[in-house]
């Protein structure tokens, strides 16, 4: 186990519904990284959100955001699903952005969209 | 962005034998990970390696910056290192850990 934790687990959505995805990052890392992994591919960089800041965004629109609490715990929502936002959401911490901090992947939670 | 390519894209093993995985990337980086996922979708790291060669165990890494390549070694396959190995790169510049993932390794170790 890499002491952070996700929930939920699984998640089952119907297109246009919003979704709150969380995370609970290591104990003492500031800095929570997001990820999503469709299947069969790797995982591609949403955002990181670095105390309580957001530090940098991938490729995705703006109905994909989140926040970051003083716990630096963080959480990830996305309005109006689609059919493909189907797919394995991985939360990573880490006690900084420096590039050899090492980043905890939690178990991830599976997102279905129908 | 940054393109990143993993081959073999799949690797049947026996139970004992070893392994290379390599990684090419298309810019210069600083930071390059390596990380295996289980089936169960845990992502683990396994090395943080921007250059030069580690070893941990059955496993060890090496990567050439200059050519823009990584490889993964795994020696004496067991039937736990079964699961999809990714390498990860961050960009040299403005990077902050900001991972670009390649397509990945499936590795199936059988007895």
């Known amino acids: 186990e890499t002491g952070v934790t996700q929930s939920p687990t699984h998640l089952i959505k119907t297109r246009g519904q919003q979704v709150t995805l969380r995370c609970s990052s290591q104990?003492?890392?500031?800095?929570v990284s997001w990820y999503q992994q469709a299947l069969g591919q790797g995982p591609q960089f949403i955002f990181q959100?670095?105390?309580?800041?957001?530090?940098g965004r991938g490729n995705f629109p703006p109905r994909f955001s989140g926040l970051q609490f003083p716990n630096y715990s963080s959480e990830l929502n996305v309005n109006a699903l689609e059919l493909d936002d189907s797919a394995l959401y991985l939360c990573?911490?880490?006690?900084?952005?420096?590039?050899?901090?090492?980043?905890?992947f939690g178990p991830g939670t599976r997102l279905l969209v129908l | 962005g940054i393109q990143v390519e993993q081959s073999p894209p799949d690797l049947i093993l026996q139970e004992g034998a070893n392994s290379t995985l390599r990684c090419n990337f298309s810019?210069?980086?600083?930071?390059l990970q390596w990380f295996h996922q289980n089936p169960w979708g845990q992502l683990i790291n396994l090395f943080y390696?921007?250059?030069g060669t580690k070893q941990n165990g059955r496993l060890s890494a090496t990567t050439v910056a200059t050519e823009r390549y990584s490889l993964l070694y795994i020696s004496s396959s067991q039937t736990t290192d079964s699961g999809v190995y990714f390498c990860?790169?961050?960009?040299?510049?403005?990077?902050?850990?900001?991972?670009?993932f390649g397509t990945g390794t499936q590795l199936k170790v059988e007895l």
């Open positions: 104990s003492g890392h500031n800095t």
């Open positions: 390696i921007p250059s």
């Open positions: 959100y670095y105390r309580e800041e957001e530090n």
């Open positions: 810019d210069s980086v600083n930071n």
């Open positions: 990860a790169v961050d960009i040299l510049t403005g990077g902050g850990n900001k991972l670009t």
């Open positions: 990573a911490s880490s006690s900084g952005t420096g590039p050899q901090e090492t980043q905890y």
